[in-house]
């Protein structure tokens, strides 16, 4: 099993910055792709960004168009966190951000792609 935990979440006002961190433990060998989602509450899960971690020259990020731009995803030299830094943040960003991860790679964008998530960390972006 894997377990992924969230942090980094908090209020910030637009413009500003914030970056999430999400650490995976358990069996976490072969997790080849990891992503961030977000939901707002009465709303579809949305996907915001992933990187898919092929072998130790072969990495992919892959963003949606709203954050592209915005965002950065990461994935540090362990491969057992992945992070999320989200510069010029406008009101639209407000959402609980949920990291997620499979082990190999499918359609990176939908929410049934993943076999493992988090409980999530709140992002508030204020006026």
């Known amino acids: 099993q894997v377990q992924l935990v969230e942090s980094g979440g908090g209020s910030v006002q637009a413009g500003g910055s914030l970056r999430l961190s999400c650490a995976a433990s358990?069996?976490?060998?072969?997790?080849?792709?990891m992503a961030w989602f977000r939901q707002i509450l009465g709303k579809e899960r949305e996907a915001v960004a992933a990187i898919y971690h092929g072998n130790e020259v072969t990495t992919y990020t892959y963003y949606s168009t709203s954050v592209k731009g915005r965002f950065t995803v990461s994935r540090d030299g362990a491969e057992n966190t992945v992070y999320l830094q989200m510069d010029s943040l406008k009101l639209e960003d407000n959402a609980m951000y949920y990291c997620a991860a499979i082990r190999g790679y499918k359609t990176w964008s939908l929410p049934e792609s993943y076999d493992y998530w988090g409980q999530g960390t709140q992002v508030t972006v204020s006026s």
């Open positions: 358990g069996s976490t060998y072969s997790l080849k792709t």
